[in-house]
């Protein structure tokens, strides 16, 4: 059992390490949002799932399920909310992204990202 609970646990020491390196490497708010609610919101599940397998009393067993539920269910919308405030705030997409769903109106038709010399020299169109 122990072992279980060593491989659930480094498969979620995996997954916060991946969610602080998007945080470093991705280029805007929009993506590190998204590396920081995937592999956040997995990482924290794991760690719950691996206190179950540690400690199996019916109260930590519902805790862990009902915080596994909340999680599941508040980390979207939190991150939908604050994808629509950066939008509203007018905060940027990084360079060369082509799509953008939250744009209204005219605005809404996919962009045409702007062409690099570099791309050119390399053959990337």
């Known amino acids: 059992m122990e072992f279980l609970i060593a491989i659930v646990l ?19 708010v929009y993506m590190r949002m998204h590396a920081i609610t995937k592999a956040s919101s997995l990482a924290t599940i ?24 909340f999680i599941i269910a508040t980390a979207p919308i939190s991150t939908h909310a604050l994808a629509r405030i950066s939008v509203h705030l007018g905060i940027k997409m990084s360079k060369g992204m ?12 996919t962009e045409k990202p702007e062409k690099n010399s570099e791309d050119e020299n390399i053959g990337l169109r």
Do not use: C, Q, Y
């Not at 794991?46 to 539920?69: K, Q, T």
């Not at 082509?98 to 038709?109: A, F, I, L, Y």
């Open 10 to 28: 480094l498969l979620a020491s995996f997954f916060t390490l991946v969610a602080s390196l998007g945080i470093i490497r991705l280029h805007d």
């Open 46 to 69: 794991l760690f719950l799932i691996a206190l179950i397998l540690a400690h199996p009393g019916w109260r930590i067993v519902l805790g862990s399920l009902l915080l596994i539920m």
């Open 98 to 109: 082509v799509r953008n769903d939250m744009k209204t109106g005219e605005e809404s038709e």
